[in-house]
């Protein structure tokens, strides 16, 4: 799992759903939001979303320091590594943890791997002011970071293996207040899920699937600024008017990564109460007649 830092998005929702079907989880977190993870586990915070429906609480077999911009220990600047929060975590590259899981887990160490990861440092910007450097972090974080995985990863996984992603209809149609390149980052992933799914399928036996999810108040798309608008808007304009919670999408994610989806892949999986399917938006009497 990479992306997880907290209980409020998705990425700790298919963890859950991951462990509920038998998983044993690992997760990948960035430095800056690691210590803060960490301590809200151990000080019990998020036991209650913990909660399995065995009862046992949701554990991670690792946590282990990702930072999804780099692929290589090389490429982390000086002034990074040197920096607070990743002077003490070591290796955090994509390839880095390639390596660490290895050394834990022997050869072929992974079956399923969770891309649930996005960063976009001008979210706010309109696409039309985004900058050069803006535009190319978006990229870089949120859809490079895929290929990367599935390059590295893929290498290290168990034949029948599976990746999932997540992305946003903002790929496909516009959505206003997307901005920053992001909408630019999930068209690139969309593609690439299409195209990785060819070169890994060929040369490691893996599939690859993203989730095209309805807006959630996670932390990430809190910091989009109008996300509470985005959830009202699609509950009221949906063919199924509650809003989407984050163990709907995390039971997609189990099932993609299941051999239960073993014909399944190169797919963008719509987890949004069906509004990718509407083309104009619904009267306020919410009237079908
Ligand atoms: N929340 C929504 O409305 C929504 C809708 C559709 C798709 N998504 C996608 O779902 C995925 C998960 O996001 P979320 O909304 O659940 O929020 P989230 O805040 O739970 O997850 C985003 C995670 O990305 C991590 N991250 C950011 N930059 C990173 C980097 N360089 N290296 C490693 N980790 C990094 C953050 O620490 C965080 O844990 C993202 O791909 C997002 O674009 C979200």
Not at 167 to 193: F, N, Q
Request: proline share 4%.
């Amino acid at each position: 799992m990479a992306g997880v830092a907290d209980d409020a998005g998705f990425g700790f929702a298919i963890a859950k759903a991951l462990a509920e079907a038998g998983a044993s989880v690992c997760v990948g977190t960035w430095p800056p939001a690691l210590t803060i993870f960490q301590n809200l586990l151990e000080r019990g915070k998020m036991d209650e979303s913990r909660r399995l429906s065995s009862g046992e609480l949701l554990t991670f077999e690792k946590i282990y320091p990702l930072d999804a911009v780099f692929d290589t220990y090389d490429e982390i600047p000086e002034d990074v590594r040197a920096s607070k929060r990743y002077k003490d975590v070591g290796d955090c590259s994509i390839g880095g943890l390639a390596g660490r899981l290895v050394q834990d887990f022997g050869d072929q160490p992974l079956d399923i791997v969770v891309h649930s990861l996005a960063n976009g440092p001008e979210v706010k910007k309109a696409l039309i002011d985004v900058s050069r450097s803006g535009y190319l972090a978006a990229m870089s974080a949120s859809a490079y970071s895929l290929i990367s995985m599935v390059s590295r990863f893929g290498a290290i996984m168990r034949p029948g293996g599976s990746f999932v992603s997540l992305t946003y209809l903002a790929s496909e149609r516009v959505i206003p207040g997307y901005g920053g390149g992001m909408s630019s980052a999930k068209a690139a992933l969309e593609s690439d899920t299409r195209t990785l799914a060819f070169e890994a399928g060929r040369r490691f036996g893996v599939r690859v699937n993203t989730i095209s999810a309805g807006p959630l108040a996670s932390r990430a798309a809190s910091a989009i600024g109008i996300i509470e608008k985005m959830v009202e808007y699609v509950s009221e304009n949906s063919p199924l008017t509650d809003k989407l919670r984050a163990d709907e999408v995390g039971h997609v994610a189990a099932f993609l990564s299941s051999p239960l989806a073993s014909g399944i892949s190169g797919n963008t999986v719509y987890v949004d109460k069906g509004y990718h399917a509407m083309g104009m938006a619904v009267p306020p009497s919410g009237s079908t007649d």
